[in-house]
């Protein structure tokens, strides 16, 4: 009988790299573990069975949700928290969880996901996702090939389903970006040969494979067919409150910008601009007009951004901003402003702790 009633369910395959990491992790906690694999030719079912008698074999489909819902089938528990063998579950404070459980009962437990990468100066980075991982198996299970998602098991109209969520108090960490990129290409032409498979399996489901197709190319480098996606995605789209919907905008439209393809970039400045809220994104529209010859328009728009909640995310850019707003009104005759957006500037300087003199 486990410590707390979950079963922590895991698909594996050739992943003697990283499981015994995973489950050492894991056997503190006292959580029933499960694991169902896919056909190692490696020692992961023998690290496995070191750690749980529950390891089971499953015979692989093309299929992540149906691997994921055959491991919970063979839990003992109703609460289920599915992880990934590259995933190490760092801290759980048990009793806020167990009160979690009580009050959230029909809910689903969003995990953050620390993402372990190594930058091109070899220094470690994290970068932190949401993900929705914990769940009453009563209610929920998985669906789709791949990119699976939780799910209602009564659910009719998936393409307008909204989710009531609760954070976990939990840490995990995730290593499987912290890879060669050898093996980083060959996980998204794995990724790119599912993605592609499921394309028209689930019509509602189409916009979000398109999405995760653009990051899979945006993560190999080949742009062009990520803007390819994203924009696809955003045409199969039917309800624009999901949440990867702005994501996929935000990623479409940093990407024209890299491009330099400033006339798609301001031909969709006022189609898109309720998915571009933010001052990173409004910045690329500004400085797209600013290309294109609508001196006022830019003008306008890098003034509304200095007004912006998330003006500082700009890092260096924002005195990027300041400087081009002071050009502009140079340009266009507004030489009573000049001063003050100089001003500005230096204000701004000294609260972020710089001494800036602006040079003519």
């Not at 050898?182 to 790119?192: C, G, H, S, V, Y």
């Not at 919907?245 to 798609?264: N, P, Q, R, S, W």
């Not at 030489?335 to 040079?359: C, P, R, S, W």
Request: proline share 1%; with cysteine.
């Amino acid at each position: 009988m486990s410590k707390i009633p979950v079963s922590v369910c895991i698909i594996a395959k050739n992943e003697e790299k990283y499981i015994e990491q995973c489950l050492r992790h894991l056997i503190k906690y006292g959580v029933e573990i499960i694991v169902a694999d896919t056909g190692s030719t490696d020692q992961t079912k023998e690290i496995a069975a070191k750690y749980t008698k529950n390891v089971y074999d499953f015979e692989w489909i093309d299929d992540f949700s149906a691997a994921r819902n055959f491991a919970a089938s063979k839990a003992s528990n109703n609460w289920i928290l599915a992880i990934d063998c590259d995933e190490y579950i760092k801290d759980i404070d048990i009793s806020k969880l167990r009160i979690m459980m009580q009050k959230y009962n029909k809910l689903i437990g969003t995990i953050e996901l620390r993402n372990v990468f190594t930058d091109e100066d070899n220094t470690l980075k994290y970068q932190t996702d949401k993900v929705l991982r914990f769940y009453n198996k009563n209610f929920y299970h998985f669906k789709y090939r791949i990119h699976e998602q939780i799910v209602p098991k009564d659910e009719k109209d998936l393409d307008t389903l909204v989710l009531n969520t609760f954070i976990l108090p939990m840490t995990v960490e995730h290593h499987g970006y912290n890879i060669s990129k050898e093996d980083m290409l060959k996980k998204q032409e794995r990724n790119l040969y599912f993605l592609n498979k499921a394309i028209g399996e689930n019509p509602y489901n189409d916009d979000y494979l398109y999405f995760q197709i653009g990051q899979s190319y945006e993560t190999i480098d080949d742009k062009d067919s990520a803007i390819d996606a994203y924009k696809k995605c955003y045409e199969l789209n039917k309800n624009d409150t999901k949440d990867f919907i702005a994501l996929g905008m935000e990623k479409y439209f940093e990407l024209l910008y890299e491009k330099e393809d400033f006339v798609t970039l301001v031909n969709h400045s006022v189609k898109f601009r309720k998915y571009v809220n933010t001052s990173k994104l409004n910045y690329f529209f500004a400085t797209a007009l600013e290309k294109c010859g609508a001196v006022m328009d830019a003008l306008l728009l890098y003034t509304q951004i200095i007004l912006k909640s998330d003006f500082d995310m700009l890092g260096d850019k924002a005195y990027e901003v300041y400087s081009k707003i002071i050009l502009l009104c140079k340009m266009t005759d507004n030489n009573d402003k000049v001063e003050m957006f100089k001003k500005k500037m230096q204000e701004y300087a000294k609260e972020h702790g710089k001494i800036l003199t602006y040079n003519e």
